[in-house]
Every structure is written in C-alpha cells, then in structure tokens.
C-alpha cells in the first residue's frame, strides 16, 4: 500500500481527527483562562482602614497617601504619633523611617485597603 493510497483509503478518518484536535485545543484556550485559580482566595482584611488610620497618628496626621504596589508612603506631619510596633502586628512586615515620610512594606490584604485611597 503506498502513500496515496493510504490517504485515499483513511484521509476522511485523518481530516476528522485533525478537525477534533484542532476544536479540543480550541476549547480548552477558551476555558483554561477562566477557572478560579487555587491561591486566589479573598481574605476579609484583619484590620480596617480606620485602625490603620488610627494607628498612623489620625487623619490630621496624615499628610498624604501613596500606594505602589506593597509599599505605602505616608507623609506625616508628626512621626512620633505613628505607632510602628503595633502596624507590624496588623499587616505591616517592615517600616523604612525617613526624614519626611515613613514607607511601609505591606502585606496584600493592607495593600487592598488602601488601593482606594491612592
């Protein structure tokens, strides 16, 4: 049996299971994108946005809020009315005190509090 007798013999039964390839992969583009990923959970934050506030000396302390990314630079008018040690037990994972601002390295859930009010 040569090659072009195969083919006149199977082709239908080819150009089929091409087609049905072709249709599987085209599905599974359009639904893979489309399933809930495993470590997408949403997390109720464990502390507010008012707690934060609070905890940064008052909204008439803060003078300006920026959000980029996980870093939150916060402008204060005093430093000295933050409380660091007691962020870090709500989300904060680390505090970059500098002259005129503090940057705050936080974690996801913090960061989506603030994705507002930036």
């Known amino acids: 049996m040569t090659f072009s007798e195969f083919l006149q013999q199977y082709g239908v039964y080819l150009a089929f299971v091409v087609f049905l390839a072709i249709v599987f992969l085209i599905i599974l ?20 946005k008012l707690e934060i506030i609070t905890l940064l000396g008052g ?34 994972d680390r505090v970059i005190v500098m002259q005129a601002k503090l940057v705050l390295l936080v974690n996801k859930e913090v960061a989506s509090l603030f994705d507002e009010l930036a």
């Open 59 to 92: 909204e008439d302390n803060i003078k300006e809020i920026a959000l980029r990314g996980s870093r939150l630079t916060v402008s204060l008018a005093d430093k000295s009315l933050a409380n660091i040690e007691e962020l870090k037990k709500h989300g904060v």
């Open 29 to 48: 583009i359009l639904v893979i994108p489309r399933l809930p990923k495993k470590g997408t959970k949403s997390v109720e934050p464990s502390i507010s």
